[in-house]
């Protein structure tokens, strides 16, 4: 796994997003976003992180900060999540892993004894010229917000 580090140009990404819209890095320009990626839609560890993104939507918005949620489900599985739990944000449907690839946070995990390939939980912070200003890849689901804040 190669992920991408604080102080490099973020992958200049392009994909759909729940509702079929194009979604690239380039729509971001000028702005300040914050990218989440996360293993499956509506699991409760991914649950608990979204979640408390929107619980601090607010403060995060006016820190500045888009936020984009990125996970290899479907659109349809993408919008049920987004439409079930009210999101206030775009959930990229990365279904061919290419924007998971681009930011290097696809690799061997461990769960239960068992190892496989998967999405890691991880969090870039990206300024308005694209540079990744920092990387939580120890993410605390129900408190990621707080995590991100403190980066401010």
């Known amino acids: ?6 102080g490099t140009p973020a992958f200049n990404f392009s994909g759909i997003d729940q509702d079929q ?8 320009k000028g702005k300040k976003l914050i990218i989440f990626f996360y ?4 699991t409760p560890g991914c649950t608990a992180q979204a979640c408390n993104l929107t619980d601090n939507y607010a403060a995060l918005s006016e820190a500045g900060y888009s936020i984009l949620g990125v996970s290899a489900d479907t659109p349809a599985k993408q919008n049920k ?30 769960f239960m004894g068992r190892e496989y390939d998967g999405i890691h939980r991880v969090t870039f912070m ?9 990387v939580i890849s120890k993410v605390k689901t129900k408190d990621h917000a707080a995590q991100i804040l403190a980066m401010l």
């Open 21 to 28: 819209n194009h979604i690239s890095l380039g729509d971001y």
């Open 81 to 110: 999540f987004k439409e079930k739990f009210g999101f206030p944000f775009p959930l990229l449907a990365d279904s061919d892993k290419t924007v998971i690839n681009g930011f290097g946070v696809w690799g061997p995990k461990k």
């Open 1 to 6: 796994m190669n992920t991408l580090e604080q």
């Open 39 to 42: 293993p499956a839609a509506s």
């Open 126 to 134: 990206i300024s308005e010229a694209g540079v990744i200003e920092h």
